[in-house]
């Protein structure tokens, strides 16, 4: 089986990807949806990931493609997290922190959706630390 985004769009079209079974959208679900416990525990949305990722991505190639999609969304914005905290001092990170939160609740909502679908999603505004 390969991989969608290590072909470009010719080879894309030409390949037929094979969609995975129940097991292993369910986990991939579960690496995007345990971002969400950065909201309760201080670091949990990079930890949560990271943990799901690092258990399951031998299991299947789809768990590793999430869960490292999943990783890579979880560190960016808590690195824009940290910016708009330290933007606070100037008053316009108050607003910057809203818009994210809002936007990471959305954003997680949407690729546990196409996880679960068993569709290879890729978060718009990301920083790929891990390919």
């Not at 079974?21 to 949990?44: E, Q, T, Y």
């Not at 890579?72 to 905290?85: E, G, P, Y």
Request: charged letters at 20%.
């Amino acid at each position: 089986m390969t991989e969608p985004d290590m072909l470009n769009d010719a080879e894309l079209d030409s390949t037929i990807v094979v969609k995975p079974d129940k097991d292993a959208r369910n986990w991939a679900m579960i690496c995007h949806l345990s971002g969400l416990s950065g909201f309760v525990i201080p670091f949990g949305n990079v930890l949560g990931p990271l943990v799901v990722w690092a258990i399951k991505k031998d299991d299947h190639s789809f768990i590793d493609d999430q869960g490292k999609e999943a990783l890579n969304f979880q560190l960016t914005m808590t690195l824009c997290l940290i910016v708009s905290a330290i933007m606070i001092i100037v008053l316009v990170g108050i607003l910057l922190v809203s818009i994210l939160c809002i936007y990471i609740l959305f954003m997680i909502i949407i690729a546990s959706i196409k996880a679960n679908d068993g569709i290879y999603y890729r978060y718009p505004l990301t920083i790929r630390f891990f390919k």
